[in-house]
């Protein structure tokens, strides 16, 4: 299967300061990746569908201002968190999907933000 | 949303198998039925998926039923190291391949 990297793995930031988060897909042409949030406890949450060389979809409910998602390349989408404030804090999962019936999502190790 | 309900928790003896029941009364005829698990704070991990048969792979068994409503997962001989949190997820396959992740089950190996 694909193997997915993110980076940082983790992140300690200010309240009011951006943080960007990288998804790469190391062996895989990734047109579709989707960037998850998981709260303590609580499941994943998807937050939005990111789709090579056009905007995300945003699920309901997510400020698309606030995160800011670039898939510019088949091997590289990042998630941007501006002006992060303590509740921003989570654990962000990305993932690449496959094609086809076969179809499966691959997750990488994920990157916990903390903003203090 | 998700589609799937499952129990939040289970226990299994090591060595025994574990059989994780999900429901999803409501799946669609041309949606199939993903089974990951998460260790803690780790990423989900794929396990098997299935559309209506029952398929077996080298970590696991997907039992379909017939009216597809409901699956189970088993874990033929459970290891401490398959303690995580199970989840069963219906891929919506129209719109664009998005996972929405019920609330899994914990599963619990004991020694």
């Known amino acids: 299967g694909a193997v997915v990297s993110q980076h940082p793995s983790w992140v300690i930031c200010k309240s009011g300061t951006s943080v960007k988060i990288e998804c790469r897909s190391l062996?895989?042409?990734?047109?579709?990746m989707f960037w998850y949030r998981q709260f303590p406890k609580q499941s994943l949450m998807l937050m939005a569908t990111?789709?090579?060389?056009?905007?995300?979809?945003?699920e309901q409910g997510v400020e698309k201002d606030k995160f800011l998602i670039n898939h510019a390349s088949l091997t590289l989408s990042t998630l941007t968190v501006t002006s992060a404030h303590p509740e921003d804090s989570s654990f962000y999962i990305c993932?690449?999907?496959?094609?086809?019936?076969?179809?499966?999502?691959?997750f990488g190790p994920g990157t916990r933000l903390t903003v203090t | 949303d998700a589609k799937t309900t499952q129990p939040p928790s289970m226990d299994c003896a090591e060595g025994r198998a574990a059989n994780l029941p999900c429901n999803h009364s409501?799946?669609?005829?041309?949606?199939?039925v993903y089974w990951y698990r998460q260790i803690h704070s780790q990423g989900p991990q794929y396990i098997i998926h299935?559309?209506?048969n029952n398929e077996t792979n080298e970590m696991a068994s997907l039992i379909i039923t017939e009216d597809r409503k409901s699956s189970t997962l088993i874990l033929p001989h459970a290891t401490l190291r398959d303690t995580a949190v199970y989840y069963c997820?219906?891929?919506?396959?129209?719109?664009?391949?998005?996972?929405?992740f019920g609330t899994g089950t914990s599963l619990t190996v004991i020694p």
């Open positions: 062996d895989f042409q990734a047109t579709t």
């Open positions: 993932s690449v999907g496959t094609s086809g019936s076969s179809y499966e999502q691959y």
């Open positions: 299935g559309l209506k």
């Open positions: 409501t799946i669609s005829g041309n949606e199939y």
């Open positions: 990111s789709n090579e060389g056009s905007k995300a979809t945003y």
């Open positions: 997820i219906v891929r919506v396959g129209n719109t664009g391949n998005q996972f929405y």
